[in-house]
């Protein structure tokens, strides 16, 4: 079972990303799209996230709005600044 869909805020303060930011849904994972990049993975077995993209270009203070959405939403994890991120994928 595949289900892609569009990420829409419900923390964050913009009334929409535009169709920037999309969710992946397995039965295992959900994974989100900023832009047209993967970012990030969450293991709905082991409920942990992992950051699939390791370009410190792609994090933008968008994608940065993305994730942090993603993260209210589908996990338990604390809101990241762009300086954690980067830190957590070794940039």
């Known amino acids: 079972m ?3 869909y569009e990420l829409f ?7 929409s990303f535009y169709g920037k930011a999309q969710i992946i ?14 970012i990030l993975q969450y293991s709905k077995q082991n409920k942990t996230i992992k950051f699939l993209c390791r370009d410190p270009w792609a994090f ?7 994730i942090n959405e993603f993260l209210k939403q589908f996990t338990n994890a604390s809101p990241l600044t762009k300086k954690e991120i980067l830190k957590s994928i070794g940039a």
């Open 2 to 4: 595949l289900n892609i």
């Open 25 to 38: 849904e397995t039965s295992k994972t959900i994974k989100l799209k900023s832009y047209d990049t993967i």
């Open 60 to 66: 933008s203070q968008t994608t940065n709005r993305h």
């Open 9 to 15: 805020p419900r923390y964050d303060a913009r009334k």
